[in-house]
């Protein structure tokens, strides 16, 4: 399957998130950070939060989630998500097939639509993993970068 160019590579990819400093600012003013759903108190400003699991946070509540949208869809697929099982030595493996996963017609387009999304108010990125770092969330996140790095208004 060819991949398109904006879903790139993880190599030298280091130590892309820190705790303290999981958002980056972009020089048309919009952001997107990435957080643990559980860390995610509150909203600041007119913030677009969106949950990326394919399952539900345990310990909370739909009807109590300060979110947007729940995003399943372009999460990591259940086949991937229980091979990888989190374990850091699969993790360069997992995120190139979790960006061929992202490269079909429906992640593509739901990509686009957050990178939109992004265009106009901050996106943050939920996710319940204990491990950023090494998560399908933070896969994502360099995805979403990637794309708005690129992106240019028609």
């Given at each position: 399957?060819?991949?398109?160019?904006?879903?790139?590579?993880?190599?030298?990819?280091?130590?892309?998130?820190?705790?303290?400093?999981?958002?980056?600012?972009?020089?048309?003013?919009?952001?997107?950070?990435?957080?643990?759903?559980?860390?995610?108190?509150?909203?600041?400003?007119?913030?677009?939060?969106?949950?990326?699991?394919?399952?539900?946070?345990?310990?909370?509540?739909?009807?109590?989630?300060?979110?947007?949208?729940?995003?399943?869809?372009?999460?990591?697929?259940?086949?991937?998500?229980?091979?990888?099982?989190?374990?850091?030595?699969?993790?360069?493996?997992?995120?190139?097939r979790y960006r061929d996963e992202l490269s079909t017609d429906i992640a593509t387009g739901e990509l686009s639509r957050l990178v939109e999304i992004s265009r106009r108010r901050s996106l943050v990125i939920?996710?319940?993993?204990?491990?950023?770092?090494?998560?399908?969330?933070?896969?994502?996140?360099?995805?979403?970068?990637?794309?708005?790095?690129?992106?240019?208004?028609?």
């Open positions: 399957m060819m991949r398109p160019d904006f879903l790139g590579s993880d190599k030298g990819r280091g130590d892309i998130l820190a705790s303290s400093n999981s958002s980056r600012q972009h020089s048309k003013g919009y952001r997107i950070e990435l957080l643990r759903v559980y860390d995610a108190t509150g909203r600041t400003g007119d913030e677009y939060r969106v949950l990326v699991d394919r399952l539900w946070p345990r310990g909370i509540s739909k009807a109590d989630a300060d979110i947007d949208e729940w995003a399943k869809e372009i999460a990591p697929s259940t086949e991937l998500r229980k091979w990888y099982g989190h374990d850091p030595a699969r993790f360069e493996e997992f995120s190139r939920l996710t319940a993993t204990r491990e950023l770092d090494i998560s399908g969330a933070a896969v994502l996140y360099e995805v979403l970068r990637s794309l708005n790095a690129g992106y240019r208004r028609l």
